[in-house]
């Protein structure tokens, strides 16, 4: 059965440095997205992404953040300079269509980001 | 925009006991909406969802949850709940091209 992989599973990192998620979403999918759950509270929306580009972000996707499908199959999101307040479980998906088509997202495991 | 409601933050139920989790939504239009469930340390699987037509919906692992415009409610519910039911249970709304989540409700089982 496809699915949505990510890498890596955990990272830890020192505040202020640079760090990129890595996802790799299921291949015939058209829309991609990251969510963050700070460790106890809901999951958050970030960004969605559609034919190359950001079709709707939150307003926790601020200059900080940014994504990129740098080729045909991996999704990445990449925070600039990380604070200690990044430090959550991001999860990654992506779906056939979008969720106003009724599109079902799949998610994949999460990376467990800790800010240090 | 769309947003959800999950009045309750944990429940616990006991084994073979019914349940049923409530989720509230506010959105303008015809919503399309979402159950997913999150194992501890697992990522969000999806139960069941609702796009239009028939109001009660059949998920997996039993799971059911019912469509009621009026009350702007999407409740989940399964007759007889197992220990292995025990997570956290995420209503979503889906709307533009993105999908908002509720707070979570966590299932407690008791043997």
């Known amino acids: 059965e496809p699915e949505v992989t990510q890498t890596p599973s955990h990272q830890v990192t020192q505040m202020g440095q640079e760090v990129i998620l890595r996802c790799v979403p299921i291949s015939n999918h058209l829309y991609f997205y990251w969510y963050r759950q700070i460790l106890g509270q809901k999951v958050e929306f970030l960004v969605s992404?559609?034919?190359?580009?950001?079709?709707?972000k939150s307003e926790i996707f601020d200059d900080q953040f940014s994504v990129e499908r740098p080729d045909g199959s991996n999704f990445t999101l990449k925070i600039r300079s990380t604070k200690l307040e990044d430090s959550a479980m991001y999860f990654c998906a992506s779906s056939r269509k979008g969720p106003i088509f009724g599109g079902e997202a799949f998610f994949g495991q999460g990376t467990r980001l800790t800010v240090v | 925009a769309q947003s959800v409601t999950q009045p309750d933050i944990h429940i616990t139920v006991s084994e073979g006991a019914s349940l049923e989790l409530r989720c509230n939504y506010s959105y303008g239009a015809t919503p399309y909406l979402f159950w997913y469930v999150q194992s501890p340390g697992q990522g969000l699987q999806l139960l069941l969802k609702y796009f239009s037509g028939d109001t009660l919906v059949q998920g997996i692992k039993g799971f059911e949850a019912e469509f009621k415009r009026s009350q702007s409610s999407f409740n989940l519910r399964k007759p007889s709940v197992h220990w292995s039911d025990a997570a956290e249970y995420f209503c979503a709304v889906g709307a533009g091209d993105d999908m908002r989540f509720g707070a979570g409700t966590r299932l407690t089982v008791k043997p």
């Open positions: 992404f559609y034919n190359n580009e950001i079709s709707e």
